[in-house]
């Protein structure tokens, strides 16, 4: 089991998603703050319709600034094969493609089935494939839905084992509500990783239970070695009820570093960069070590 965990950084796109829009010049100065982490991978906008998601319509705008910033491998999610295509436009060169493992989430969300959205992901790679782009096929609602409950694992596998056949490059699963739970998390790698292959396997968690951190730590012990977080907790999904804070950066870092795991990401420029995304949007953020801060070391 490997030491090492690659957090990307996703409050400029889920952090800021279901937030009033800001000005581009705000989340410049957010971007400047979590590069000033050391992290190297930051999910940077949305190609996604600005009428469902407003905070996400300067996406061509903030991507035309990311070569500011050549140390980090930027990546935009997108939800279709046009989302896809202006994200190759816009000089992007990684894109997430989101299949929700609920039809009625995904009826909510994108407008289509599971099945459908599924078979566009060989659209969406083509598409990547003529740009040199990687793809990265991500399941949300991996474990349950606002709408339809509990999710089968076997949806999920499903999912999967299309993500390989059809040549995505990375994969990763979403507890898009908050609602996963250790034993659920390790149960679900377990059935993953013989479908996957090499494919390396992510997770996304949301704290909205408080069991994020814990289920992101159940990942890792499970094998996953790529997690997504927010600085602050910041963020949520705006089409599924209650779905807010992601698992905070500066809380993950805290977790994975005192339980001997190695991260790119500095602790207190995490902290400093959770103070600038509270700034940013006006209101207090759910992150635990933005209030009660680092603990003493003697």
């Known amino acids: 089991m490997t030491n090492h965990v690659d957090i990307r950084e996703v409050a400029l796109r889920d952090g800021l998603q279901i937030e009033r829009p800001i000005p581009l010049s705000a ?32 996406a061509a705008e903030l991507a035309a600034e990311l070569d500011n910033y050549p140390d ?17 436009a816009a000089g992007l060169r990684a894109i997430e493609y989101v299949v929700s493992a609920s039809d009625s989430f995904s009826m909510a969300n994108v407008g289509r089935t599971t099945a459908e959205a599924t078979r566009q992901i060989g659209e969406i790679l083509a598409i990547a494939h003529d740009s040199d782009v990687t793809v990265e ?20 596998v499903e999912i999967a084992a299309a993500a390989r056949e059809q040549g995505a490059h990375r994969f990763s699963i979403a507890d898009t509500i908050g609602t996963a739970t250790p034993g659920r998390v390790s149960s679900l790698v377990a059935q993953l990783s013989p479908v996957i292959g090499d494919i390396r396997l992510g997770g996304h968690f949301h704290n909205t239970r408080g069991a994020g951190l814990a289920s992101a730590y159940a990942a890792v012990r499970s094998g996953v070695t790529r997690l997504d977080a927010s ?6 999904c705006p089409f599924a009820p209650g779905a807010t804070g992601n698992i905070a950066t500066e809380d993950l870092v805290y977790l994975l570093t005192d339980s001997g795991y190695h991260v790119d990401v500095d602790l207190p420029a995490a902290i400093a960069a959770a103070e600038v995304a509270k700034a940013i949007v006006g209101h207090d953020l759910p992150g635990a070590l933005l209030r009660a801060g680092d603990r003493i070391r003697i």
């Open 137 to 156: 096929v991500i399941v949300a609602t991996a474990w349950d839905c606002p709408f339809d409950g509990p999710t089968p694992p076997q949806r999920v």
């Open 231 to 236: 600085v602050g907790g910041l963020g949520g």
């Open 72 to 88: 980090i491998e930027f990546s935009a999610l997108v939800a279709s094969p046009n989302g896809a295509r202006r994200a190759v």
């Open 27 to 58: 989340k410049l100065e957010l971007l400047t703050a979590v590069a000033a982490t050391g992290v190297l991978e930051v999910e940077a906008t949305a190609f996604v319709s600005p009428s469902k998601v407003p905070s996400m319509a300067d």
